[in-house]
Protein backbone atom coordinates (compact mmCIF):
# COMPACT_ATOMS: atom_id res chain seq x y z
CA UNK A 1 0.00 0.00 0.00
CA UNK A 2 2.54 2.57 -1.17
CA UNK A 3 3.77 4.62 -3.12
CA UNK A 4 7.49 5.19 -4.57
CA UNK A 5 8.61 8.08 -6.58
CA UNK A 6 12.09 8.20 -8.27
CA UNK A 7 13.45 12.05 -8.90
CA UNK A 8 16.23 12.25 -11.10
CA UNK A 9 18.11 9.06 -9.62
CA UNK A 10 21.32 8.98 -10.27
CA UNK A 11 24.18 6.34 -9.76
CA UNK A 12 28.03 6.94 -10.44
CA UNK A 13 30.82 4.20 -9.02
CA UNK A 14 33.99 4.94 -7.43
CA UNK A 15 35.45 3.95 -10.57
CA UNK A 16 33.78 7.64 -12.80
CA UNK A 17 31.50 5.01 -14.62
CA UNK A 18 27.73 6.24 -14.47
CA UNK A 19 25.78 3.38 -14.07
CA UNK A 20 22.21 5.15 -14.08
CA UNK A 21 21.72 8.61 -15.63
CA UNK A 22 18.85 10.18 -13.76
CA UNK A 23 15.56 8.09 -13.70
CA UNK A 24 11.81 10.15 -12.87
CA UNK A 25 9.37 8.40 -12.17
CA UNK A 26 6.12 7.61 -9.66
CA UNK A 27 5.14 4.51 -9.22
CA UNK A 28 1.52 4.69 -8.28
CA UNK A 29 0.38 2.33 -4.96
CA UNK A 30 -0.64 -1.10 -5.87
CA UNK A 31 0.95 -0.71 -9.30
CA UNK A 32 3.21 -4.05 -11.07
CA UNK A 33 6.15 -2.01 -12.34
CA UNK A 34 8.81 -4.29 -14.50
CA UNK A 35 12.28 -2.57 -15.25
CA UNK A 36 13.21 -4.23 -18.47
CA UNK A 37 16.21 -4.36 -21.22
CA UNK A 38 19.53 -6.16 -22.00
CA UNK A 39 22.28 -7.39 -19.49
CA UNK A 40 24.27 -4.11 -18.57
CA UNK A 41 21.46 -1.22 -19.08
CA UNK A 42 21.27 -0.84 -15.21
CA UNK A 43 18.05 -2.58 -14.30
CA UNK A 44 19.42 -4.59 -11.69
CA UNK A 45 21.43 -1.46 -10.57
CA UNK A 46 18.20 0.47 -9.82
CA UNK A 47 16.21 -2.12 -8.37
CA UNK A 48 19.51 -2.48 -5.63
CA UNK A 49 19.15 1.56 -5.51
CA UNK A 50 15.67 1.43 -4.65
CA UNK A 51 16.23 -1.47 -2.46
CA UNK A 52 18.98 0.11 -0.25
CA UNK A 53 21.53 -2.24 -1.01
CA UNK A 54 23.71 0.49 -3.67
CA UNK A 55 24.04 3.96 -2.44
CA UNK A 56 22.05 6.69 -4.76
CA UNK A 57 25.02 9.15 -5.72
CA UNK A 58 22.76 11.79 -6.74
CA UNK A 59 18.44 12.47 -7.37
CA UNK A 60 15.36 11.40 -4.27
CA UNK A 61 14.24 8.75 -3.50
CA UNK A 62 10.59 8.51 -1.49
CA UNK A 63 8.51 5.63 -0.37
CA UNK A 64 5.28 7.01 0.44
CA UNK A 65 6.34 10.59 1.62
CA UNK A 66 9.51 9.33 3.02
CA UNK A 67 12.96 10.28 2.16
CA UNK A 68 14.66 6.75 2.05
CA UNK A 69 17.53 7.94 -0.02
CA UNK A 70 19.79 6.85 3.23
CA UNK A 71 17.96 4.77 4.88
CA UNK A 72 19.54 0.84 5.75
CA UNK A 73 17.85 -1.69 3.47
CA UNK A 74 16.06 -3.22 6.55
CA UNK A 75 14.37 0.50 7.74
CA UNK A 76 12.87 0.64 4.14
CA UNK A 77 10.09 -2.06 4.62
CA UNK A 78 10.71 -3.57 1.27
CA UNK A 79 11.24 -7.13 0.72
CA UNK A 80 13.14 -8.44 -2.16
CA UNK A 81 13.03 -11.40 -3.81
CA UNK A 82 16.73 -13.22 -5.42
CA UNK A 83 17.76 -14.29 -8.65
CA UNK A 84 19.23 -17.22 -6.44
CA UNK A 85 16.53 -17.79 -3.74
CA UNK A 86 19.13 -16.37 -1.43
CA UNK A 87 17.62 -18.98 1.03
CA UNK A 88 19.30 -19.39 4.11
CA UNK A 89 20.80 -22.64 4.29
CA UNK A 90 21.08 -23.86 7.67
CA UNK A 91 17.57 -22.58 8.69
CA UNK A 92 14.10 -24.22 7.87
CA UNK A 93 12.11 -23.31 5.26
CA UNK A 94 9.87 -21.93 8.90
CA UNK A 95 12.79 -20.30 9.97
CA UNK A 96 13.68 -18.99 6.74
CA UNK A 97 10.28 -17.17 6.48
CA UNK A 98 10.01 -16.09 10.22
CA UNK A 99 13.55 -15.13 10.66
CA UNK A 100 12.69 -11.42 9.75
CA UNK A 101 9.74 -11.55 11.63
CA UNK A 102 12.07 -12.68 14.80
CA UNK A 103 14.69 -9.75 13.90
CA UNK A 104 11.26 -7.28 14.31
CA UNK A 105 10.49 -8.79 17.69
CA UNK A 106 7.10 -9.79 16.65
CA UNK A 107 5.64 -12.57 19.39
CA UNK A 108 5.92 -16.03 18.35
CA UNK A 109 2.13 -16.52 17.65
CA UNK A 110 2.37 -13.88 15.45
CA UNK A 111 4.99 -15.35 13.86
CA UNK A 112 3.64 -18.48 13.29
CA UNK A 113 0.30 -16.84 12.25
CA UNK A 114 2.43 -14.95 9.48
CA UNK A 115 4.66 -18.17 8.45
CA UNK A 116 1.36 -19.92 8.23
CA UNK A 117 -0.82 -17.80 5.82
CA UNK A 118 2.31 -17.59 3.46
CA UNK A 119 2.39 -21.07 3.45
CA UNK A 120 -1.00 -21.79 2.43
CA UNK A 121 -1.28 -18.85 0.05
CA UNK A 122 2.00 -20.58 -1.70
CA UNK A 123 1.02 -24.20 -0.81
CA UNK A 124 3.82 -24.66 0.80
CA UNK A 125 2.65 -25.58 4.33
CA UNK A 126 3.97 -29.57 3.84
CA UNK A 127 7.61 -28.10 3.41
CA UNK A 128 7.88 -26.06 6.68
CA UNK A 129 10.46 -28.36 8.39
CA UNK A 130 12.44 -28.76 5.37
CA UNK A 131 15.83 -27.20 4.77
CA UNK A 132 16.64 -25.70 1.61
CA UNK A 133 19.06 -28.12 -0.17
CA UNK A 134 15.92 -30.68 -0.25
CA UNK A 135 13.56 -28.64 -2.36
CA UNK A 136 13.41 -28.50 -5.83
CA UNK A 137 14.01 -24.67 -7.89
CA UNK A 138 10.55 -24.30 -8.14
CA UNK A 139 9.76 -24.87 -4.32
CA UNK A 140 12.94 -22.58 -3.22
CA UNK A 141 10.88 -20.11 -5.64
CA UNK A 142 7.94 -20.20 -3.44
CA UNK A 143 10.03 -20.01 0.01
CA UNK A 144 11.47 -17.04 -1.40
CA UNK A 145 8.50 -15.47 -2.20
CA UNK A 146 6.97 -16.61 1.04
CA UNK A 147 9.79 -14.69 2.99
CA UNK A 148 9.08 -11.46 1.23
CA UNK A 149 5.26 -12.01 1.80
CA UNK A 150 5.24 -13.00 5.62
CA UNK A 151 6.75 -9.53 6.09
CA UNK A 152 3.59 -7.53 4.46
CA UNK A 153 5.78 -4.79 3.15
CA UNK A 154 5.62 -1.64 1.43
CA UNK A 155 7.03 -2.54 -1.79
CA UNK A 156 8.14 -5.87 -3.20
CA UNK A 157 11.26 -6.29 -4.97
CA UNK A 158 11.74 -9.08 -7.64
CA UNK A 159 15.18 -9.38 -8.94
CA UNK A 160 14.80 -11.81 -11.98
CA UNK A 161 13.76 -14.34 -9.53
CA UNK A 162 12.52 -16.98 -12.94
CA UNK A 163 15.74 -16.99 -14.15
CA UNK A 164 16.97 -20.14 -12.56
CA UNK A 165 13.64 -21.57 -13.17
CA UNK A 166 12.96 -23.95 -16.61
CA UNK A 167 10.73 -23.25 -19.77
CA UNK A 168 7.58 -25.02 -18.22
CA UNK A 169 7.80 -24.04 -14.31
CA UNK A 170 8.80 -20.05 -15.36
CA UNK A 171 5.20 -19.91 -17.01
CA UNK A 172 3.40 -21.20 -14.25
CA UNK A 173 5.18 -19.36 -11.37
CA UNK A 174 4.72 -16.16 -13.40
CA UNK A 175 0.97 -16.52 -13.43
CA UNK A 176 1.12 -17.01 -10.04
CA UNK A 177 3.55 -14.17 -9.46
CA UNK A 178 0.93 -12.02 -10.91
CA UNK A 179 -2.63 -13.42 -9.15
CA UNK A 180 -0.57 -13.02 -5.89
CA UNK A 181 0.63 -9.06 -6.39
CA UNK A 182 -2.90 -9.03 -7.43
CA UNK A 183 -4.22 -10.46 -4.61
CA UNK A 184 -2.24 -9.05 -2.22
CA UNK A 185 -2.19 -5.28 -3.70
CA UNK A 186 1.33 -4.65 -2.52
CA UNK A 187 3.24 -1.96 -4.99
CA UNK A 188 5.90 -4.18 -7.05
CA UNK A 189 9.26 -3.68 -8.80
CA UNK A 190 10.19 -6.17 -10.67
CA UNK A 191 13.65 -6.71 -12.38
CA UNK A 192 13.90 -9.29 -15.82
CA UNK A 193 15.63 -9.37 -19.07
CA UNK A 194 12.66 -11.50 -20.70
CA UNK A 195 10.59 -9.11 -22.83
CA UNK A 196 7.56 -11.50 -22.44
CA UNK A 197 7.79 -11.77 -18.72
CA UNK A 198 7.85 -8.06 -18.65
CA UNK A 199 4.78 -7.82 -21.42
CA UNK A 200 2.59 -10.04 -18.87
CA UNK A 201 3.21 -8.70 -15.77
CA UNK A 202 3.70 -5.17 -16.00
CA UNK A 203 0.94 -2.62 -15.10
CA UNK A 204 3.74 -0.38 -16.66
CA UNK A 205 7.53 -1.13 -17.70
CA UNK A 206 10.82 0.50 -18.05
CA UNK A 207 12.85 -0.24 -21.18
CA UNK A 208 15.95 0.52 -19.84
CA UNK A 209 19.25 1.03 -22.21
CA UNK A 210 22.71 2.40 -21.07
CA UNK A 211 21.53 3.60 -17.48
CA UNK A 212 18.38 5.82 -19.35
CA UNK A 213 14.92 4.89 -19.51
CA UNK A 214 13.88 4.39 -23.02
CA UNK A 215 10.43 4.55 -22.41
CA UNK A 216 8.04 4.10 -19.79
CA UNK A 217 4.52 2.85 -20.16
CA UNK A 218 1.76 0.23 -20.42
CA UNK A 219 3.15 -3.11 -22.31
CA UNK A 220 0.44 -2.21 -24.48
CA UNK A 221 1.49 1.39 -25.67
CA UNK A 222 5.08 0.25 -25.53
CA UNK A 223 4.22 -2.58 -28.19
CA UNK A 224 1.71 0.18 -30.22
CA UNK A 225 3.86 3.24 -30.22
CA UNK A 226 7.70 2.55 -29.25
CA UNK A 227 9.14 5.59 -28.85
CA UNK A 228 12.64 4.65 -30.13
CA UNK A 229 13.88 1.63 -32.25
CA UNK A 230 15.56 0.18 -29.00
CA UNK A 231 11.64 -0.14 -27.80
CA UNK A 232 10.57 -1.26 -31.28
CA UNK A 233 13.10 -3.71 -31.26
CA UNK A 234 12.62 -5.29 -27.88
CA UNK A 235 9.66 -5.77 -27.38
CA UNK A 236 7.45 -8.03 -29.29
CA UNK A 237 9.33 -11.14 -30.80
CA UNK A 238 10.53 -11.93 -32.60
CA UNK A 239 11.46 -8.17 -33.16
CA UNK A 240 10.23 -5.57 -35.30
CA UNK A 241 11.25 -5.36 -38.63
CA UNK A 242 13.19 -2.22 -39.91
CA UNK A 243 14.09 -1.27 -43.80
CA UNK A 244 15.40 2.04 -44.31
CA UNK A 245 13.87 4.31 -46.88
CA UNK A 246 14.93 6.86 -49.16
CA UNK A 247 12.93 9.85 -49.92
CA UNK A 248 13.60 11.89 -52.66
CA UNK A 249 11.44 14.40 -54.47
CA UNK A 250 10.17 11.73 -56.82
CA UNK A 251 9.11 9.76 -53.88
CA UNK A 252 10.17 7.06 -51.03
CA UNK A 253 11.97 3.85 -52.36
CA UNK A 254 12.91 0.52 -50.21
CA UNK A 255 16.51 -0.12 -50.65
CA UNK A 256 15.87 -2.78 -54.01
CA UNK A 257 14.91 0.75 -55.41
CA UNK A 258 11.10 -0.12 -55.91
CA UNK A 259 8.74 2.36 -54.97
CA UNK A 260 6.59 2.53 -51.93
CA UNK A 261 3.13 2.10 -52.34
CA UNK A 262 2.17 4.72 -49.06
CA UNK A 263 3.20 8.30 -47.81
CA UNK A 264 6.17 8.70 -45.49
CA UNK A 265 6.64 11.68 -42.59
CA UNK A 266 7.74 14.28 -45.11
CA UNK A 267 11.40 16.48 -43.95
CA UNK A 268 13.96 13.57 -44.03
CA UNK A 269 15.77 12.25 -46.24
CA UNK A 270 16.21 8.80 -44.54
CA UNK A 271 13.51 7.13 -42.76
CA UNK A 272 13.76 3.89 -40.86
CA UNK A 273 10.21 2.13 -41.62
CA UNK A 274 9.14 -0.22 -38.66
CA UNK A 275 6.60 -3.18 -38.83
CA UNK A 276 6.36 -5.72 -37.01
CA UNK A 277 6.20 -9.37 -38.28
CA UNK A 278 2.63 -9.98 -37.66
CA UNK A 279 1.61 -6.55 -39.37
CA UNK A 280 2.72 -7.91 -42.65
CA UNK A 281 0.84 -10.23 -44.66
CA UNK A 282 1.02 -12.71 -48.18
CA UNK A 283 -0.74 -11.28 -50.82
CA UNK A 284 -0.72 -11.50 -55.14
CA UNK A 285 1.63 -9.61 -56.48
CA UNK A 286 -0.37 -7.02 -57.88
CA UNK A 287 -1.44 -5.62 -54.49
CA UNK A 288 2.58 -6.43 -53.23
CA UNK A 289 4.18 -4.00 -51.05
CA UNK A 290 7.25 -5.96 -51.48
CA UNK A 291 8.69 -9.06 -52.99
CA UNK A 292 10.80 -11.29 -50.94
CA UNK A 293 12.70 -14.76 -51.44
CA UNK A 294 12.37 -17.14 -48.62
CA UNK A 295 15.75 -18.20 -46.95
CA UNK A 296 14.20 -20.02 -43.69
CA UNK A 297 10.96 -20.91 -43.01
CA UNK A 298 10.44 -21.69 -38.97
CA UNK A 299 7.12 -23.60 -38.29
CA UNK A 300 5.76 -22.90 -34.47
CA UNK A 301 2.83 -24.82 -34.94
CA UNK A 302 -0.03 -22.19 -33.75
CA UNK A 303 1.97 -20.47 -36.54
CA UNK A 304 5.09 -19.52 -39.00
CA UNK A 305 7.79 -17.57 -39.53
CA UNK A 306 8.92 -16.66 -42.90
CA UNK A 307 12.30 -15.64 -43.03
CA UNK A 308 12.87 -13.46 -46.10
CA UNK A 309 15.42 -11.77 -47.99
CA UNK A 310 15.12 -8.43 -50.61
CA UNK A 311 17.52 -6.79 -52.52
CA UNK A 312 19.83 -4.15 -50.69
CA UNK A 313 18.77 -5.27 -47.09
CA UNK A 314 21.62 -6.76 -45.09
CA UNK A 315 19.14 -8.37 -42.96
CA UNK A 316 15.91 -10.91 -43.44
CA UNK A 317 12.58 -9.82 -43.83
CA UNK A 318 10.23 -11.39 -40.92
CA UNK A 319 6.91 -12.34 -41.43
CA UNK A 320 4.45 -14.16 -39.30
CA UNK A 321 1.79 -16.11 -40.92
CA UNK A 322 -1.17 -17.96 -39.04
CA UNK A 323 -1.19 -22.27 -39.55
CA UNK A 324 1.32 -23.27 -41.92
CA UNK A 325 3.54 -21.47 -44.50
CA UNK A 326 2.21 -21.71 -48.00
CA UNK A 327 5.68 -21.19 -49.43
CA UNK A 328 8.44 -23.38 -50.24
CA UNK A 329 12.08 -21.90 -49.25
CA UNK A 330 13.90 -20.05 -51.93
CA UNK A 331 10.74 -19.28 -53.46
CA UNK A 332 9.86 -15.66 -53.99
CA UNK A 333 6.63 -14.27 -52.38
CA UNK A 334 4.44 -11.01 -52.67
CA UNK A 335 3.75 -9.46 -49.20
CA UNK A 336 1.70 -6.26 -48.01
CA UNK A 337 2.28 -4.17 -44.91
CA UNK A 338 -0.87 -3.53 -42.73
CA UNK A 339 -0.89 1.10 -43.14
CA UNK A 340 -2.48 1.03 -39.98
CA UNK A 341 0.63 -0.80 -37.88
CA UNK A 342 3.36 1.29 -39.80
CA UNK A 343 6.04 2.85 -37.63
CA UNK A 344 8.47 5.62 -39.01
CA UNK A 345 11.97 6.22 -36.95
CA UNK A 346 14.13 8.96 -37.52
CA UNK A 347 17.72 6.88 -38.20
CA UNK A 348 19.84 9.34 -37.08
CA UNK A 349 18.68 10.16 -33.69
CA UNK A 350 16.55 6.28 -33.55
CA UNK A 351 13.45 8.05 -32.60
CA UNK A 352 9.63 8.00 -33.54
CA UNK A 353 8.53 10.23 -36.15
CA UNK A 354 4.96 11.27 -35.62
CA UNK B 1 45.11 -50.30 -21.06
CA UNK B 2 43.30 -51.63 -18.55
CA UNK B 3 45.96 -52.74 -16.32
CA UNK B 4 47.88 -48.60 -16.80
CA UNK B 5 44.71 -47.81 -15.24
CA UNK B 6 44.43 -49.78 -12.51
CA UNK B 7 48.36 -49.31 -11.58
CA UNK B 8 47.87 -45.66 -11.17
CA UNK B 9 45.28 -45.76 -7.63
CA UNK B 10 46.86 -48.99 -6.71
CA UNK B 11 50.63 -46.81 -6.33
CA UNK B 12 48.89 -43.83 -4.69
CA UNK B 13 47.31 -46.35 -2.23
CA UNK B 14 50.72 -48.02 -1.94
CA UNK B 15 52.30 -44.58 -0.86
CA UNK B 16 49.61 -43.44 1.20
CA UNK B 17 49.70 -46.72 3.13
CA UNK B 18 53.50 -46.32 3.65
CA UNK B 19 53.41 -42.76 4.37
CA UNK B 20 50.58 -43.74 7.26
CA UNK B 21 52.76 -46.42 8.81
CA UNK B 22 55.91 -44.12 8.70
CA UNK B 23 54.01 -41.32 10.80
CA UNK B 24 52.09 -43.67 13.00
CA UNK B 25 54.86 -46.03 13.86
CA UNK B 26 56.88 -43.86 16.31
CA UNK B 27 52.93 -43.05 18.06
CA UNK B 28 52.16 -46.73 18.41
CA UNK B 29 55.56 -47.54 19.51
CA UNK B 30 55.22 -44.62 22.29
CA UNK B 31 51.42 -46.21 23.42
CA UNK B 32 52.77 -49.90 22.99
CA UNK B 33 55.70 -49.31 25.65
CA UNK B 34 53.74 -47.03 28.14
CA UNK B 35 51.93 -50.40 29.00
CA UNK B 36 55.43 -52.18 29.14
CA UNK B 37 58.14 -52.85 32.56
CA UNK B 38 61.74 -50.52 31.94
CA UNK B 39 63.08 -54.16 31.49
CA UNK B 40 60.78 -55.12 28.48
CA UNK B 41 60.98 -51.61 26.80
CA UNK B 42 64.40 -51.78 26.41
CA UNK B 43 64.40 -55.45 26.11
CA UNK B 44 62.63 -55.57 23.05
CA UNK B 45 61.00 -52.26 22.32
CA UNK B 46 59.23 -52.92 19.07
CA UNK B 47 56.98 -56.04 21.10
CA UNK B 48 53.31 -55.66 22.11
CA UNK B 49 52.97 -55.89 25.48
CA UNK B 50 51.65 -59.39 27.09
CA UNK B 51 50.73 -60.87 30.22
CA UNK B 52 54.89 -61.09 31.35
CA UNK B 53 55.63 -57.66 30.21
CA UNK B 54 52.40 -55.52 31.14
CA UNK B 55 52.77 -53.01 33.37
CA UNK B 56 51.00 -49.97 34.66
CA UNK B 57 53.92 -48.32 36.45
CA UNK B 58 54.62 -45.66 34.64
CA UNK B 59 50.57 -44.38 34.46
CA UNK B 60 51.02 -44.91 38.07
CA UNK B 61 54.04 -43.09 38.74
CA UNK B 62 52.30 -40.10 36.61
CA UNK B 63 48.98 -40.24 38.22
CA UNK B 64 49.75 -40.57 41.55
CA UNK B 65 52.69 -38.94 42.54
CA UNK B 66 53.04 -35.59 40.28
CA UNK B 67 51.19 -32.32 39.52
CA UNK B 68 50.01 -33.97 36.50
CA UNK B 69 46.43 -33.07 37.06
CA UNK B 70 47.54 -29.37 37.00
CA UNK B 71 49.65 -29.63 33.99
CA UNK B 72 46.71 -31.29 32.24
CA UNK B 73 44.46 -28.48 33.06
CA UNK B 74 46.81 -26.27 32.29
CA UNK B 75 47.25 -27.46 28.86
CA UNK B 76 43.56 -27.61 28.13
CA UNK B 77 42.83 -24.26 29.19
CA UNK B 78 45.29 -22.89 27.08
CA UNK B 79 44.56 -24.35 24.03
CA UNK B 80 40.74 -24.10 24.75
CA UNK B 81 41.18 -20.13 25.00
CA UNK B 82 43.42 -19.77 22.54
CA UNK B 83 41.49 -21.55 20.45
CA UNK B 84 38.58 -19.88 21.14
CA UNK B 85 39.83 -16.46 21.00
CA UNK B 86 41.70 -17.33 17.06
CA UNK B 87 38.22 -18.62 16.15
CA UNK B 88 36.29 -15.75 16.94
CA UNK B 89 38.30 -13.26 16.24
CA UNK B 90 39.73 -14.50 13.37
CA UNK B 91 36.36 -15.06 12.32
CA UNK B 92 35.73 -11.76 12.86
CA UNK B 93 38.34 -10.01 11.16
CA UNK B 94 37.96 -12.01 7.94
CA UNK B 95 34.49 -10.95 7.81
CA UNK B 96 35.46 -7.35 8.51
CA UNK B 97 38.15 -7.88 5.47
CA UNK B 98 36.09 -9.95 3.12
CA UNK B 99 32.94 -8.08 3.54
CA UNK B 100 34.11 -4.23 3.79
CA UNK B 101 36.22 -1.79 2.38
CA UNK B 102 37.77 0.48 4.39
CA UNK B 103 40.73 2.50 4.41
CA UNK B 104 43.62 0.47 5.25
CA UNK B 105 42.39 -2.90 4.42
CA UNK B 106 44.70 -3.84 2.07
CA UNK B 107 47.10 -2.71 4.78
CA UNK B 108 46.25 -5.13 7.10
CA UNK B 109 45.60 -7.87 4.93
CA UNK B 110 49.43 -7.63 4.07
CA UNK B 111 50.31 -7.19 7.51
CA UNK B 112 48.68 -10.31 8.56
CA UNK B 113 50.07 -12.40 5.50
CA UNK B 114 53.30 -11.09 7.08
CA UNK B 115 52.31 -12.25 10.01
CA UNK B 116 51.92 -15.84 7.97
CA UNK B 117 55.53 -16.34 6.72
CA UNK B 118 57.60 -14.92 10.04
CA UNK B 119 57.31 -17.84 12.59
CA UNK B 120 56.33 -15.90 16.03
CA UNK B 121 58.78 -17.49 18.13
CA UNK B 122 62.00 -15.10 16.16
CA UNK B 123 60.35 -12.28 18.24
CA UNK B 124 60.39 -14.59 21.31
CA UNK B 125 63.43 -11.90 23.06
CA UNK B 126 60.99 -8.89 22.73
CA UNK B 127 57.66 -10.99 23.65
CA UNK B 128 59.39 -12.14 27.16
CA UNK B 129 59.89 -8.39 27.61
CA UNK B 130 56.18 -7.11 26.89
CA UNK B 131 55.16 -10.31 29.24
CA UNK B 132 57.66 -9.24 31.69
CA UNK B 133 56.39 -5.28 31.35
CA UNK B 134 52.64 -6.56 31.72
CA UNK B 135 53.50 -8.82 34.71
CA UNK B 136 51.86 -11.51 33.02
CA UNK B 137 55.36 -13.32 33.69
CA UNK B 138 54.15 -17.48 35.18
CA UNK B 139 50.43 -17.17 34.05
CA UNK B 140 48.47 -19.00 31.49
CA UNK B 141 47.15 -15.76 30.27
CA UNK B 142 50.40 -14.81 28.63
CA UNK B 143 50.66 -18.00 26.78
CA UNK B 144 46.97 -17.45 25.86
CA UNK B 145 48.27 -14.14 24.22
CA UNK B 146 51.17 -15.23 22.38
CA UNK B 147 49.33 -18.40 21.40
CA UNK B 148 45.99 -16.26 19.89
CA UNK B 149 48.95 -13.90 17.90
CA UNK B 150 50.47 -16.80 16.35
CA UNK B 151 47.47 -18.56 15.47
CA UNK B 152 45.24 -15.65 13.90
CA UNK B 153 47.07 -14.51 10.56
CA UNK B 154 46.44 -18.10 8.93
CA UNK B 155 42.73 -18.05 10.18
CA UNK B 156 41.98 -15.02 8.93
CA UNK B 157 43.99 -15.56 5.55
CA UNK B 158 41.99 -18.82 5.45
CA UNK B 159 38.17 -17.47 7.01
CA UNK B 160 38.52 -14.36 4.65
CA UNK B 161 38.73 -17.10 1.05
CA UNK B 162 36.06 -19.17 2.70
CA UNK B 163 33.69 -15.80 3.75
CA UNK B 164 34.79 -14.26 0.44
CA UNK B 165 32.68 -17.28 -1.55
CA UNK B 166 29.42 -17.16 0.93
CA UNK B 167 26.89 -15.63 -2.04
CA UNK B 168 26.58 -12.09 -1.80
CA UNK B 169 22.99 -12.41 -1.89
CA UNK B 170 22.54 -14.39 1.21
CA UNK B 171 23.69 -11.02 3.17
CA UNK B 172 21.76 -8.77 1.10
CA UNK B 173 18.47 -11.04 1.60
CA UNK B 174 19.92 -10.76 5.49
CA UNK B 175 19.86 -6.82 5.00
CA UNK B 176 16.42 -6.77 3.35
CA UNK B 177 15.24 -9.04 6.38
CA UNK B 178 16.25 -5.92 8.75
CA UNK B 179 19.38 -8.27 10.00
CA UNK B 180 22.04 -5.88 12.37
CA UNK B 181 25.46 -6.73 10.20
CA UNK B 182 26.53 -8.22 13.66
CA UNK B 183 23.81 -10.03 13.69
CA UNK B 184 24.54 -11.11 10.02
CA UNK B 185 27.69 -12.71 11.10
CA UNK B 186 26.84 -14.24 14.22
CA UNK B 187 23.90 -15.98 12.77
CA UNK B 188 24.24 -16.27 8.87
CA UNK B 189 28.10 -16.20 8.42
CA UNK B 190 29.15 -18.56 11.28
CA UNK B 191 26.94 -21.44 11.29
CA UNK B 192 28.15 -21.66 7.55
CA UNK B 193 31.47 -21.43 7.58
CA UNK B 194 31.89 -24.10 10.53
CA UNK B 195 33.86 -26.65 7.69
CA UNK B 196 36.59 -23.47 7.52
CA UNK B 197 36.27 -23.18 11.80
CA UNK B 198 36.82 -26.56 11.86
CA UNK B 199 39.90 -27.06 9.56
CA UNK B 200 40.85 -23.96 11.64
CA UNK B 201 40.89 -25.33 14.87
CA UNK B 202 42.87 -28.47 14.11
CA UNK B 203 45.74 -26.54 12.87
CA UNK B 204 45.40 -24.04 15.43
CA UNK B 205 45.30 -26.32 18.77
CA UNK B 206 47.97 -29.12 17.43
CA UNK B 207 51.02 -26.50 17.26
CA UNK B 208 49.81 -24.85 20.93
CA UNK B 209 49.26 -28.27 22.69
CA UNK B 210 52.52 -29.65 21.49
CA UNK B 211 54.25 -26.05 22.23
CA UNK B 212 56.64 -26.63 24.82
CA UNK B 213 58.91 -23.25 23.73
CA UNK B 214 56.87 -20.38 25.36
CA UNK B 215 55.58 -22.27 28.34
CA UNK B 216 59.41 -22.68 28.86
CA UNK B 217 60.11 -18.85 28.83
CA UNK B 218 56.80 -17.30 29.90
CA UNK B 219 55.49 -20.01 32.24
CA UNK B 220 57.53 -22.11 33.75
CA UNK B 221 56.65 -22.11 37.06
CA UNK B 222 55.07 -25.24 38.60
CA UNK B 223 51.52 -23.78 38.86
CA UNK B 224 51.40 -22.68 35.30
CA UNK B 225 53.45 -25.74 33.56
CA UNK B 226 51.59 -27.75 30.56
CA UNK B 227 51.61 -31.04 29.60
CA UNK B 228 54.81 -30.55 27.51
CA UNK B 229 57.10 -29.11 30.15
CA UNK B 230 55.86 -31.30 32.68
CA UNK B 231 56.70 -34.39 30.82
CA UNK B 232 60.85 -32.68 31.57
CA UNK B 233 60.63 -34.06 34.80
CA UNK B 234 60.95 -37.09 33.88
CA UNK B 235 63.69 -36.37 31.08
CA UNK B 236 67.16 -35.78 33.61
CA UNK B 237 70.48 -35.80 32.85
CA UNK B 238 71.54 -38.36 33.77
CA UNK B 239 68.55 -40.57 33.97
CA UNK B 240 65.18 -40.80 32.03
CA UNK B 241 62.00 -42.46 32.99
CA UNK B 242 61.35 -43.93 30.45
CA UNK B 243 58.21 -45.27 31.73
CA UNK B 244 56.95 -42.20 33.20
CA UNK B 245 58.07 -40.44 30.12
CA UNK B 246 55.96 -42.55 27.63
CA UNK B 247 52.95 -42.81 29.91
CA UNK B 248 52.57 -39.05 30.12
CA UNK B 249 52.68 -39.07 26.27
CA UNK B 250 50.36 -41.10 26.04
CA UNK B 251 48.07 -39.58 28.17
CA UNK B 252 48.97 -35.76 26.19
CA UNK B 253 47.39 -37.83 23.03
CA UNK B 254 43.93 -38.49 24.53
CA UNK B 255 42.54 -34.27 25.14
CA UNK B 256 44.11 -33.40 21.92
CA UNK B 257 42.44 -36.62 20.35
CA UNK B 258 38.98 -35.77 21.54
CA UNK B 259 39.02 -32.39 20.48
CA UNK B 260 40.17 -33.65 17.35
CA UNK B 261 37.38 -35.85 16.95
CA UNK B 262 35.05 -33.08 17.21
CA UNK B 263 36.17 -30.85 15.18
CA UNK B 264 35.96 -33.90 12.16
CA UNK B 265 32.58 -34.34 12.10
CA UNK B 266 31.89 -30.69 11.11
CA UNK B 267 34.64 -30.66 8.77
CA UNK B 268 32.72 -33.93 6.76
CA UNK B 269 29.34 -31.60 6.25
CA UNK B 270 29.02 -28.99 3.34
CA UNK B 271 26.68 -26.39 4.77
CA UNK B 272 26.04 -24.25 1.66
CA UNK B 273 24.70 -26.83 -0.23
CA UNK B 274 21.41 -25.76 -0.92
CA UNK B 275 21.58 -22.05 -0.32
CA UNK B 276 21.56 -20.95 -3.95
CA UNK B 277 21.46 -22.66 -7.46
Same mark, same amino acid.
Given at each position: ????????????????F?????????IR???????????????????????????????E????????????????????????????????????????????????????????????????G????????????????????????????????????????????????????R?L??A???????V??????????????????G?????????M????????????????????????????????????????????????????????????????????????????I????????????????????????????????????????????????????????? | ???????????V?????????????????????????????????????D??????????????????????????????M???????L????????A????????FV? !?? %? *? /?? =???????????? $? +??????????????????????? !?? %? *? /?? =???E??A????? $? +?????????????????????????A??T???????????? $??F??I????????????????????????????????????????????????????????????
Amino acid at each position: MSTVTLKDLKKTYANGFQAIHGIDMEIRDGEFIVIVGPSGCGKSTLLRMIAGLETITDGELMIDDRRVNQVEPGKRDIAMVFQNYALYPHMSVYDNMAYGLKIRKKSTEEIAQQVNRAADILEIGALLDRKPSQLSGGQRQRVAMGRAIVRDPKVFLFDEPLSNLDAKLRVQMRIEIRKLQRALKTTAIYVTHDQVEAMTLADRLIVMNGGLPEQIGSPMELYDRPATTFVAGFIGSPAMNFIPVRVDKKGATFPSGQNLNFSVPSGHENVLLGIRPEDIEITTPDLADLTLKVSVIEPLGADSLIYGSCEGMKEDLVVRVRDKATVQEEETFSVRFNQQKLHYFDPTTNSRLP | MRNSRRLGPLAVHALLISYTIIALFPILLIIFNSFKSRKAIFKSPLSLPDANTFDLVGFEKVLGSSSFDVYFLNSISVTVMSLAFVLVLGAMAAWALAEYDFPGSDFVA !LF %L *A /IG =IMIPIRLGSVSL $L +KIIVSLGLINTLTALVLVYTAQG !LP %L *A /IF =ILREFIAQIPDD $L +KEAARCDGVTEYRIFWSIILPLIRPALATVAVFTMIPVWND $LWFPLILAPGEDTATVTLGIQQFIGQYVTDWNAVLASLTLAIVPILILYLVFSRQLIRGLTSGAVK
